[in-house]
């Protein structure tokens, strides 16, 4: 069990939820369309989980290499800083992680679309090829674009459009406008997940040269920028369901706006980097809770 819970805590359990929200969407709105398939929902899921299983991997790993991970940093103690992982084992968890990525996505492209499909495969494998890509070079290599202040955009983009249209496409072999806007709300609130932890780690990611949108922002304007995430996939919604009305369980989803405004009240308070840290998992398992309530709206109606 000591050897276990090490890499338990570098794959970062409690992140897995968020990451499979755009699929929760996806699946349920292909679904109120007449489309569903066990076998690509299952696939989806796990090739998720183990591209955000690799992420925190390689985030772990490139955080450590390049001193991001120090002391003056908040929230739990990455498995590579400890010493409890060494960087040599991190990296073959990371080879051995990126083998089953693509023997997941392989596995999912030829569920959804069979061996004939070939425009369709080609599309997904590039999908699969670019997920690896963000996963890794966040953190790694010799210019990780998560140094630059570019986290926030591949976040939008994977965990909101890439994920709910992805994961639509995949039942339904074409893109319906319909999925378009709850996309975006959930990119902007896995951007909020994203910005929340740069927030708690501002100025130890300033202390090395971490070059985070919040760092850049300031603590203020980060703030202000959380609260336009957060509020603005709030509307988003709203709007998308006013114009996609089909029964009033198509507002299960303001449910879960409950979690989230509190949370918008604590980040307004907020002063102190546990103070964000605390808030973490709270605005992860509001947003896997809003896709939820979301997609059964739908299938309920």
Same mark, same amino acid.
């Given at each position: 069990? $000591?050897?276990?819970?090490?890499? =338990? ?15 929760? #969407? ?19 899921? =796990? ?14 790993? &490139? ?8 002391? *003056? ?17 991190? @990296? ?26 070939? =425009?369709?495969?080609?599309?997904? #494998?590039?999908?699969? &090829?670019?997920?690896?890509? %963000?996963?890794?070079? !966040? ?5 990780? !674009?998560? !140094? ?17 249209? &992805? ?8 893109? *319906?406008?319909? #999925? ?7 990119? /902007? @609130? ?5 910005? /929340? ?7 130890? *990611? ?11 922002? &300031? ?9 336009? @995430?957060?509020?603005? %996939? ?30 918008? $009240? ?14 973490? $998992? #709270? /605005? ?9 309530? /979301?997609?059964?709206? !739908?299938?309920?109606?």
């Amino acid at each position: 069990m $000591k050897e276990i819970k090490p890499w =338990l805590s570098a794959m970062r359990l409690r992140t897995l939820p968020l990451s499979v929200s755009g699929i929760i #969407v996806g699946t349920c709105f292909a679904s109120y369309n007449g489309r569903f398939n066990w076998w690509v929902l299952v696939l989806a899921i =796990l090739t998720t989980i183990s591209l955000q299983i690799l992420s925190n991997l390689a985030n772990d790993y &490139g955080d450590s290499v390049n001193g991001a991970d120090n002391d *003056d940093r908040v929230g739990p103690r990455r498995a590579v800083q400890s010493g409890k992982i060494t960087p040599n084992e991190m @990296l073959d968890a990371i080879k051995f992680n990126i083998v089953v990525v693509i023997i997941l996505t392989l596995s999912l492209i030829l569920a959804a679309f069979g061996p004939t499909n070939f =425009l369709f495969l080609l599309l997904f #494998v590039f999908l699969g &090829g670019i997920s690896v890509y %963000a996963a890794l070079n !966040y953190t790694m290599g010799d210019s990780p !674009y998560g !140094y630059r202040a570019l986290g926030d955009i591949f976040v939008f983009v994977f965990f909101g459009l890439v994920s709910t249209m &992805g994961s639509y496409l995949l039942y339904m072999q074409t893109i *319906d406008h319909m #999925v378009i806007l709850p996309a975006i709300a959930l990119g /902007l @609130l896995s951007v909020g997940v994203l910005n /929340l932890n740069n927030m708690r780690d501002l100025n130890a *990611d300033a202390n090395v040269g971490k070059i985070t949108l919040a760092v850049k922002l &300031g603590i203020h304007r980060a703030k202000q920028y959380h609260f336009l @995430l957060i509020i603005g %996939a709030m509307v988003i919604t709203v709007i998308f369901s006013i114009l996609y009305y089909v029964a009033p369980y198509n507002f299960l989803y303001l449910l879960a706006f409950i979690p989230l405004i509190f949370h918008i $009240k604590k980040i307004k308070a907020a002063e102190q980097p546990n103070d964000f840290d605390g808030q973490l $998992k #709270v /605005l992860a398992l509001s947003t896997f809770l809003f896709s939820f309530l /979301l997609g059964i709206g !739908y299938i309920l109606y």
